[in-house]
């Protein structure tokens, strides 16, 4: 599966911004399709996901209630609507894709062999 993410950009706190992930490649019914973000300094960790096949959405605690993730089947593209945003929210976001994960693995980054080329998203206080 080919990755391609867009949508990031600065804004000031308390703002939104809504993310893309087009996927391309291959047929990806039973993927697990997922946001990640690296901020400088600190390690890749988990923002939320979703199976394409609409089996379930996951979130990071620190997301919950302020982020949503959802996809367009007809467009193959997945997006993270990004609501009341925080400065800790500044990194660099990143869509991945999988086949087949179970919960206990989904929100590891070492899950993923596909991943989108990274979104620079900056919150400003």
Not at 81 to 102: F, G, H, W
Request: with cysteine; aromatic share 12%; hydrophobic share 35%.
């Amino acid at each position: 599966v080919q990755l391609q993410a867009s949508g990031g950009g600065l804004v000031q706190a308390g703002g939104s911004l809504r993310l893309s992930c087009a996927a391309s490649g291959r047929t990806f019914s039973d993927y697990v399709m997922t946001w990640f973000r690296q901020a400088p300094g600190k390690e890749r960790e988990f923002v939320a996901g979703l199976r394409w096949n609409g089996g379930g959405t996951y979130y990071a605690e620190s997301v919950k209630g302020r982020f949503t993730i959802s996809r367009d089947n007809a467009k193959k593209t997945v997006y993270l609507q990004m609501n009341s945003l925080k400065p800790e929210d500044t990194a660099v976001y990143y869509c991945a894709a999988a086949p087949r994960l179970i919960l206990s693995t989904l929100k590891l980054p070492s899950s993923y062999n596909d991943w989108g080329q990274g979104t620079l998203v900056t919150v400003s206080s």
